[in-house]
């Protein structure tokens, strides 16, 4: 069956980079892009000492020569949960490598969309790229060789040389399968292969060398311009919440890889379902009372649901959506407020929170308490 491939927008990773402050377009000179012709590049500016600036050439977003492309020969991008939380969680581990004061943000432009098509494809005579298996000509669910890579991500980090824009070093998600869906003819049911978490790891770092070593071989890629490589645990079709990091490493010189370091995360959907144990009881109890006191306060909510971010067993986030009904402006501002109050009260005090309060037509409501903070900032949308 020939493979299909999306191509997935990136403009995910450029609204997080800037966060929600005002940005300052900072002129920073020039870069080169031939004898002749020069093409000026600014940068967006920051909102905070811990988020990039990113590059701006000739008056436009330098958009990524490949922008996340995916492969869909299964239907597992349907979840665009995996999509966010892959951009994102790659940019918190870059800013272990590349401090964020000192370099800045560029979407890949050294993967192209053909580039990758390859490297994403199974391998084979035609296609000797290929980091997924050949297809061994089995349909069974235990016997065949599934597809492990699911997509791949780059993100580049640029250091300012004068007037000038050089690569200073490259990040790279290698996005796995937890389960591969797939059918045994066109228009035919769907089947899948469960991968567990230690197989689509030890493929994730066998790909991890290849795809290193395809790098350095590019004119672009110093022999000892660092190369971070992570691997992406993708979640279900049907989850409600993205995937999580497995695993990261650096080269730091040539092909080599340094030892590699584990990454401990887990994301769930509050509240859980079908007698589901969930990650943190207390989390979970604490964010039940929540979603009791605001139904009981508003009847006409249609759902309220949160993801759940640990790392290292302690929660990081919650990211919740307040889905309801309302007749007036009257109603969301006093909506919003309880909203607060109740979530002040209940959930919990050390981690970072953000509420969205939407009907069925837009978002009407945003508030934000960050780590650390005792005190919610709320925004209610309104018009004219």
């Known amino acids: ?43 967006t500016g920051t909102a905070s000492d811990d988020t990039y600036q990113s590059v701006i050439e000739g008056g436009k977003y330098k958009v990524s020569k490949s922008r996340g492309l995916q492969l869909t020969e299964n239907t597992q991008n349907d979840n665009t949960y995996n999509v966010r939380s892959m951009e994102n969680g ?50 069974g669910e235990n016997d065949r060789n599934p597809m492990y890579l699911q997509t791949i991500l780059e993100q580049d980090y640029m250091l300012q040389s004068g007037s000038k824009l050089k690569l200073g070093g490259v990040s790279i998600a290698l996005g796995m399968n937890s389960v591969d869906y797939y059918t045994k003819e066109s ?5 899948s292969t469960t991968i567990s978490t230690p197989t689509l790891t030890a493929k994730g770092k066998a790909m991890a060398s290849k795809v290193v070593a395809r790098l350095r071989a590019k004119s672009k890629v110093g022999n000892d311009t660092p190369i971070l490589i992570a691997i992406y645990k993708g979640n279900t079709q049907d989850a409600l919440v993205g995937g999580t990091f497995v695993a990261y490493a650096v080269s730091k010189s040539g092909n080599s890889i340094a030892s590699w370091n584990s990454v401990n995360e887990k994301n769930e959907t509050l509240p ?73 009260k209940y959930l919990p005090s050390d981690a970072e929170i953000q509420i969205n309060i939407k009907s069925v037509q837009q978002m009407e409501a945003f508030a934000e308490r ?15």
């Open 272 to 344: 859980v379902v079908n007698n589901k144990t969930p990650i943190n009881s207390t989390v979970s109890s604490d964010f039940n009372t929540f979603e009791s006191k605001i139904k009981s306060f508003f009847p006409k909510l249609a759902g309220v649901t949160a993801q759940a971010h640990y790392e290292n067993g302690q929660l990081q986030g919650l990211n919740i959506d307040v889905t309801t009904q309302f007749y007036g402006q009257t109603e969301i501002n006093s909506f919003t407020q309880y909203v607060v109050t109740a979530a002040s």
């Open 370 to 384: 960050k780590s650390g903070s005792k005190s919610f900032y709320t925004h209610v949308f309104s018009s004219y």
């Open 1 to 43: 069956m020939k493979k299909l491939v999306t191509v997935v927008g990136a403009a995910v990773a450029a609204l997080m980079l800037a966060a929600c402050g005002n940005l300052n377009f900072d002129s920073s000179g020039s870069s080169s892009t031939g004898s002749t012709k020069t093409a000026s590049y600014t940068t």
């Open 187 to 191: 228009y035919g049911s769907q089947y």
């Open 90 to 139: 790659l940019v918190d581990l870059s800013k272990k490598q590349f401090s964020t004061t000192k370099y800045l943000f560029e979407e890949g432009q050294l993967l192209s969309t053909s580039t990758l098509e390859n490297w994403l494809g199974r391998y084979s005579k035609k296609n000797k790229l290929g980091l997924n298996p050949v297809d061994n000509g089995k349909t």
